[in-house]
C-alpha cells in the first residue's frame, strides 16, 4: 500500500525558509522511471494548485509564483521528497501536500487528478 506522509509545516515570518519532507513508502510505481511527484498547495479559499514538480529522470518545474525561491529534491535513495522554500511570503501560506502520479509529468501535468496518491498535507503559515 503506497502512502504519502508529509513533514516539515510550522509558522514563520515573512522572509523565513521552510523545508518540508515527503516520505514515501510501498509504491512499486515508485521505483521505475516513469513517476511523476509533485507538491501542491492550497490556500484558503483557494483550489489545490501546484508549486513543484519532480519527473522521474530529475527534470524539476516550478510555477512562475514560487520559481527563483523554491527548490525541489529527492534524496538519493528516492524514498524522500522535499521542498526547499526560501524568501517565504504570505502568499504562500496554505496546506502543503506531496503527491505521486504513476506516469511521467509531461502525462500528469499539474492537474491534481492525475495524481494518483497524495499525503495528508502539512500546514505553512507566513505572517506579514
Known amino acids: 500500500q503506497t502512502q504519502l506522509v508529509e513533514s516539515g509545516g510550522g509558522s514563520v515570518q515573512n522572509g523565513a525558509s521552510l523545508t518540508l519532507s515527503c516520505t514515501i513508502s510501498?509504491?512499486?510505481?515508485?521505483?521505475?522511471?516513469?513517476?511523476?511527484m509533485g507538491w501542491f498547495r492550497q490556500s484558503p479559499g483557494k483550489e489545490r494548485d501546484g508549486v513543484a514538480l519532480?519527473?522521474?529522470?530529475?527534470?524539476?518545474r516550478y510555477d512562475y509564483s514560487v520559481k527563483g525561491r523554491f527548490d525541489v529534491s529527492q534524496d538519493s535513495d528516492k524514498n524522500t521528497l522535499y521542498l526547499q522554500m526560501n524568501s517565504l511570503k504570505p502568499e504562500d501560506t496554505g496546506i502543503y501536500y506531496c503527491?505521486?502520479?504513476?506516469?511521467?509529468?509531461?502525462?500528469?501535468?499539474?492537474?491534481?487528478?492525475?495524481?494518483?496518491?497524495w499525503g495528508q498535507g502539512t500546514q505553512v503559515n507566513v505572517s506579514s
Open positions: 503527491a505521486l502520479a504513476t506516469v511521467r509529468c509531461i502525462v500528469s501535468g499539474w492537474e491534481p487528478s492525475k495524481f494518483d496518491y
Open positions: 510501498g509504491s512499486r510505481a515508485y521505483r521505475t522511471n516513469r513517476y511523476c
Open positions: 519532480f519527473e522521474s529522470d530529475g527534470t524539476e
